[in-house]
């Protein structure tokens, strides 16, 4: 069974940081581009961060470039998101996405990506 799953998530005050990891498992993903997405409450899903599969691409959304680095270690079939400086605004579900096509860009919105690990809260505090 293929699953992608978020961990690393928690409450934490503003201009704190956490390290959300996502675990693949199932099949490898090393081949493919992999994406982090946020959804706070009574709003829509949005990008926050990509990366191509060697991890030498990386996009992000602007309300977090400069504050949040994505990586990626295809040996552990991880990605990363290293979160510093973080704002009551980035409180949301965080969500780790594969995009199983092979594609030659990397893309951001979400329709792109297959699959989805299950969210991870990250909530923080003024």
């Known amino acids: 069974q293929v699953q992608l799953v978020e961990s690393g998530g928690g409450l934490v005050q503003a201009g704190g940081s956490l390290r959300l990891s996502c675990a693949a498992s199932?099949?490898?993903?090393?081949?493919?581009?992999m994406g982090w997405f946020r959804q706070a409450p009574g709003k829509e899903r949005e990008f926050v961060a990509a990366?191509?599969?060697?991890?030498?691409?990386?996009y992000y959304a602007p309300a977090v470039k400069g504050r949040f680095t994505i990586s990626r270690d295809n040996a552990k079939n991880t990605v990363y998101l290293q979160m510093n400086s973080l704002k009551v605004e980035d409180t949301a579900v965080y969500y780790c996405?594969?995009?199983?096509?092979?594609?030659?860009?990397?893309?951001?919105?979400?329709?792109?990506?297959?699959?989805w690990g299950q969210g991870t809260q990250v909530t923080v505090s003024s």
């Open positions: 996405a594969a995009d199983e096509a092979l594609r030659a860009n990397v893309r951001v919105e979400a329709p792109f990506y297959e699959r």
């Open positions: 990366l191509s599969w060697s991890g030498r691409s990386t």
């Open positions: 199932g099949r490898t993903f090393s081949n493919n581009a």
